[in-house]
């Protein structure tokens, strides 16, 4: 659906010994989010998850000291069960716009031998946003959430 | 589907003798587009309307003088025909994030009596882009391109 740009997006890609539906439950049931979304020893304390396109999507991430970053309501895009998930936090829920938008993430699942090919393309209006995510650690954050999905996902089939 | 917000948001609704489908076919028909939504003198010269969430809208103006500003490619968000169209400039196509989002445009067609109660609802993230919109001349903006979507779609039944 979405065209890839190099200078402007990153992708995380991985084929996962489980199902596209496994995987779409760890993304859009709140209890399982929970337990891989965010890279350990941080933990996902909330989530407000309205699985409908203008839905709130809401992740609040608490530190190991108890630390607490304000979280922020993003806005879910496309619901496309067992095939497609995408939000952005570039609006709020009901689609209103927001000033602080910074990416877009468009989740796929697609059946692959008897698991699945997993590809997460996160998009930014510029590649200054792009070169902050990285800054951000983008590939050691993603990559770890992903790791911990992939335990999920494989101990739940 | 939308909690209006009078801090934020700004809203223009109108009961029109013409019907729900007629009203849809005046906002998703490019060549229909093109004859109301700009206030003449200015005149849409190019459209591009992907009719499907995460499709390209994009309207080309151009003034008397042949002015023609930059056009924004923004994102359509809902696509229920006859009922709802949304569409926002703070994502462009394939939702991307854009720098500069500013609003949602929420559009409800709900058939009332022999005609349609037309709600536009425009969505912004502050109360300074609320008054910003309104400075730029919104309700007379707004009000006259209204003016002749009433004119365009009575005219077609």
Known sequence: MTDFDDTLDLRLERVIAASPETLWRCWTDPELLKQWFCPRPWK???VELDLRPGGIFLTAMEGPEGERPEPEAGCVLAVEPARLFAFTDSLGPDYRP???GFMTAVISFTPEGTGTRYVARVLHATAKDR???LDMGFEQG???ALDQLVELATGLE
Do not use: D, F, L, Y
């Open 44 to 46: 996902v304390s909330h």
């Open 98 to 100: 927001r000033a602080s």
């Open 131 to 133: 070169q902050a995510h």
């Open 142 to 144: 993603w990559g770890t």
